[in-house]
Nanobody
Framework: QVRLVESGGGLVQAGGSLRLACAAS????????MAWFRQAPGKEREFVAA????????RYSDSVKGRFTISRDYDKNTLYLQMSSLKPEDSAVYYCAADEYGLGYVQEYEYEHWGQGTQVTVSS
């Protein structure tokens, strides 16, 4: 059974940093594209960052490029999102997603497994 569990969310002031983690119970972590999405109240879920399954492709949304860094630890089966220079508009529930043999697509329908999300709130 595939399970994705996010952690690391919380309340932070604008300009601050947070690191999110997603612990994945996947039989073969290295065969999955992994991504972060987020959803703010009243808005649709949007793409944040992703790795292709091979790790050769990394994508970021324009809104987070240069401020967020996605990484993965194959030994710990964990995906990370290092978030810096946070802005109030980054406030959202952040979701981890997995797509077997995926190419790190930006469309959420490409991902078959999802976590429950972790709340990030950035105060001004």
């Amino acid at each position: 059974q595939v399970r994705l569990v996010e952690s690391g969310g919380g309340l932070v002031q604008a300009g601050g940093s947070l690191r999110l983690a997603c612990a994945a119970s996947l039989q073969s972590f290295g065969t999955y594209a992994m991504a972060w999405f987020r959803q703010a109240p009243g808005k649709e879920r949007e793409f944040v960052a992703a790795f292709s399954w091979s790790g050769r492709i990394t994508r970021y949304s324009d809104s987070v490029k240069g401020r967020f860094t996605i990484s993965r630890d194959y030994d710990k089966n964990t995906l990370y999102l290092q978030m810096s220079s946070l802005k109030p508009e980054d406030s959202a529930v952040y979701y981890c997603a997995a797509d077997e043999y995926g190419l790190g697509y930006v469309q959420e329908y490409e991902y078959e497994h999802w976590g429950q999300g972790t709340q990030v709130t950035v105060s001004s």
